[in-house]
């Protein structure tokens, strides 16, 4: 979930200079001779499903790599893109998450997040944005999440604006420099790690602007993706008791099945939210949970997040990525439970590397494949559509 909503025409990131080979080929429809091909699926026109086309991939510039994809990832927001409800430039190669393995190399060395050499083969997995590092919000709030002039693969860069494919739904990807590149143990089951590939560190940064701490009752609105991340890294920090609210029926059950929450409770069924509300709040002895995180997305979760939240207690809210409009709150609610309360916005590099050195205890507690869902390169419009209607837990496309 870490896209930008500002306009890519406006970062540093602009093409200034003569078209490049994928470029002209966008404008032309003539072919180059280059020694690589990549098969990519291009968000053309919002409301349709996308394209397979097939580009050009250039040598990566100095400091810059191109992976060879093994999974691109499917996110909540690559539907909203679809849909267009996020400001954005066509056409673009979509896929803002993935894991592939090192194939060329931009000079000598690029380094790893950690510094050290990366080398051909290795697998790894890589941050879905860039920072400029010379805004306000990067140089004096320190803020690189709410960087004004962001760059996110899939999302903020137009196809044909650099050496090759900027998304991770591409048989090869091109990443610039500048790009926290995280290398994958060998110990890592790749579809584990892409589990939770937007929305763990999502989470890890969530949980960093308000820790879980030993012996809290935990409250998670939402049963996607990011909520159950939500849920199963409460549980690793601590957590007494972890109560899932959300739905459809079948997304809990996948979560209890995964081992992730001790309670799940669907608000969205033939009853409505009402029952499911009042049994969270029955679980939490009455008082309300320590600490409320939202992941669901809907506005209207929000006034009942806050009355789930006890006095003294927190309220984080993560879910409401996408502006989906005004809800009505009772403000006498902060007030009275005298609530701390939290947004967060995307992640950096370090969230990424924070989830991938927690890989190893995630998904040796959690059945974390079982939550995943693969489709070929060609099926992406299918994957796009069972993420928009929930029916799979985490899509990911394989290029290769
Ligand atoms: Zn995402
Ligand atoms: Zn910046």
């Given at each position: 979930m870490t896209h930008t909503r500002q306009h890519p025409k406006g970062g540093p990131q602009a093409p200034a200079t003569a078209a490049t080979g994928?470029?002209?080929?966008?404008?032309?429809?003539?072919?180059?001779?280059?020694?690589?091909?990549?098969?990519?699926?291009?968000?053309?026109?919002?409301?349709?499903?996308?394209?397979?086309?097939?580009?050009?991939?250039?040598?990566?510039?100095?400091?810059?790599?191109?992976?060879?994809?093994r999974f691109g990832g499917v996110c909540g927001t690559d539907a909203h893109l679809q849909q267009g409800k996020l400001p954005i430039s066509t056409p673009v190669v979509l896929g803002h998450e993935g894991l592939g393995v090192v194939a060329e190399?931009?000079?000598?060395?690029?380094?790893?997040?950690?510094?050290?050499?990366?080398?051909?083969?290795?697998?790894?997995?890589?941050?879905?944005?860039?920072?400029c590092g010379t805004c306000v919000p990067c140089r004096i709030h320190g803020e690189p999440t709410l960087c004004e002039n962001r760059t996110t693969y899939g999302v903020t860069i137009p196809a044909g604006t650099g050496p090759g494919p900027a998304g991770s739904w591409s048989q090869y990807m091109c990443l610039r420099p500048g790009t926290t590149v995280v290398r994958l143990s060998g110990g890592i089951d790749p579809p584990a790690a892409m589990a939770f590939a937007c929305a763990g560190p999502t989470m890890v940064h969530a949980l960093r602007r308000r820790p879980v701490r030993l012996g809290e009752t935990v409250v998670v609105q939402g049963s996607g993706?990011?909520?159950?991340?939500?849920?199963?890294?409460?549980?690793?920090?601590?957590?007494?008791?972890?109560?899932?609210?959300?739905?459809?029926?079948?997304?809990?059950?996948?979560?209890?099945?995964?081992?992730i929450g001790d309670?799940?409770?669907?608000?969205v069924g033939a009853d409505g939210p009402g029952p499911a509300l009042?049994?969270?709040?029955?679980?939490?002895?009455?008082?309300?949970?320590?600490?409320?995180?939202?992941?669901?997305?809907?506005?209207?979760?929000?006034?009942?997040?806050?009355?789930?939240?006890?006095?003294?207690?927190?309220?984080?809210?993560?879910?409401?990525y996408t502006d989906r409009g005004d809800t009505e709150v009772n403000p006498h609610q902060f007030v009275h439970r005298q609530l701390t309360v939290a947004g967060s916005w995307g992640f950096t590099g370090a969230h990424l590397a924070a989830y991938v050195d927690h890989l190893p205890v995630?998904?040796?507690r959690f059945d974390l494949p079982g939550l995943v869902t693969s489709f070929p390169l060609d099926a992406a419009g299918q994957a796009l559509a069972h993420v928009a209607d929930g029916s799979v837990m985490k899509a990911v496309l394989r290029p290769s």
């Open positions: 994928e470029e002209r080929e966008l404008m032309t429809g003539e072919t180059t001779t280059a020694a690589r091909r990549s098969r990519c699926v291009v968000l053309e026109e919002f409301g349709r499903p996308p394209a397979v086309r097939d580009l050009t991939v250039d040598r990566p510039p100095p400091g810059g790599l191109v992976v060879e994809v190399l931009g000079g000598e060395p690029v380094t790893d997040a950690t510094g050290a050499p990366l080398r051909p083969g290795d697998t790894v997995m890589w941050a879905s944005s860039i920072s993706p990011v909520g159950l991340a939500a849920a199963a890294l409460a549980q690793l920090s601590g957590a007494a008791q972890v109560i899932v609210v959300g739905g459809p029926k079948e997304r809990l059950d996948l979560a209890a099945r995964a081992g309670h799940h409770l669907d608000a009042a049994r969270a709040l029955e679980l939490t002895g009455g008082r309300g949970a320590d600490l409320v995180v939202e992941c669901s997305g809907a506005p209207e979760a929000v006034g009942q997040g806050l009355r789930l939240t006890r006095r003294g207690g927190a309220y984080l809210i993560v879910g409401q995630l998904a040796g």
